[in-house]
């Protein structure tokens, strides 16, 4: 079959089950992530709006829910676990430190309220459990985040690969790194606090888009990881991997070898190779998304809308939530992450492979 026969069937959000409904959410943490990116994706979204505002005082969350057109409260994280404003809204979108996932999460489980986590899950896979087993227990979505899920290039990638495009997958690589130290020069934020991040401020926080993103492709799970990690600069003392390289195992036989750095130049990108061809995605994991397929001696660069990628995640969820369909990244989903992440510090710190049980 020619590549050309490959490329005509795609559908952007064959996901989609309603096109009406509007599940009304409370953001919870009001930093810039939420502020510029969540909260007008959100307003963006067919089946969402964001209602409440939850901050560490009422006073800021009220501010910045005085600029949302339809959010009717500011809480303080006090008068949320408190069940103040319960009947505004009917899910949270938790962005948070990682170690305070769980807390939100449990509260609004509590309330039977559903459950949207930015990734990782939490700061260890014992709490990211939690999480799951909070959510189960008051029968009410938990899902994660992973925004390349909805992707519409990463879609029509993964699509492509199950249609056999490039053959059988034997392996991929992939690279993300940018200069955290330049989006903010704050010595005590937190993704360098192993206490708020977990084990580390590379492989938790943008390191997991390769190994993750290529689970998604694969539709496969890890079983195996090594990895090399070193911290030479200051501030990335109390953390052991300000660049890494590692490599997972996956359980079809194939294998991923990524890279990625805290302090390097911003890049991103993800390669998967077959026994008769390849697809590279590039850039891979940031707003914007291009892919470039390569069938024998043939490649095409395909034309791919270029979307919200924020918007496209939270009316995944509200899909979900309204429909009570089966949901992709669902807690589970996010606790194996959590555990080969786990696996992956645990090679760079003993130099030998770590398999997961």
Not at 125 to 152: F, N, W
Not at 219 to 248: C, K, Y
Request: aromatic share 6%; proline share 5%.
């Amino acid at each position: 079959m020619s590549l050309e026969a490959f490329l005509d069937d795609f559908e952007r959000r064959n996901w989609q089950r309603v096109s009406d409904g509007t599940v009304r959410i409370a953001v919870i943490g009001l930093g810039w992530w939420t502020v510029d990116q969540a909260i007008p994706a959100i307003d963006a979204s067919e089946l969402c709006e964001t209602t409440v505002a939850v901050s560490s005082s009422s006073e800021k969350a009220k501010r910045v829910a005085a600029g949302v057109e339809t959010a009717t409260h500011g809480l303080s994280y006090d008068e949320f676990h408190a069940g103040e404003a319960a009947d505004a809204y009917d899910a949270v979108y938790i962005c948070s430190p990682n170690a305070l996932h769980l807390p939100y999460a449990r509260t609004a489980a509590e309330l039977g309220k559903a459950v949207l986590c930015e990734k990782p899950i939490e700061a260890s896979s014992e709490r990211g459990q939690k999480m799951v087993d909070a959510c189960d227990e008051a029968g009410v979505p938990l899902i994660v985040g992973y925004r390349m899920h909805t992707e519409p290039a990463i879609r029509r990638a993964r699509k492509l690969i199950r249609d056999g495009v490039i053959g059988d997958p034997v392996h991929a690589i992939g690279t993300n790194s940018q200069a955290m130290l330049e989006l903010s020069s704050d010595p005590n934020q937190w993704r360098l606090d192993p206490e708020l991040a977990g084990p580390g401020a590379t492989v938790t926080d943008i390191g997991i888009y390769p190994l993750n993103t290529c689970r998604f492709l694969l539709d496969s799970d890890p079983v195996a990881a090594q990895a090399f990690m070193q911290s030479a600069h200051d501030a990335f003392e109390q953390v052991p991997d300000e660049h890494t390289s590692f490599m997972v195992e996956f359980d079809d036989g194939t294998y991923l070898a990524a890279t990625a750095s805290q302090n390097a130049q911003a890049t991103t990108s993800l390669r998967v190779v077959g026994t008769n061809g390849e697809i590279l995605v590039e850039p891979a994991y940031h707003m914007e998304t291009e892919i470039r397929v390569t069938r024998d001696d043939v490649s095409v660069t395909l034309d791919t809308p270029q979307v919200n990628q924020m918007t496209e995640l939270f009316d995944y969820a509200a899909d979900r939530i309204l429909t009570d369909a089966p949901i992709g990244p669902d807690g589970e989903h996010g606790v194996l992450d959590m555990r080969l992440i786990e696996a992956v510090y645990e090679a760079g710190e003993s130099g030998r492979v770590v398999t997961l049980d």
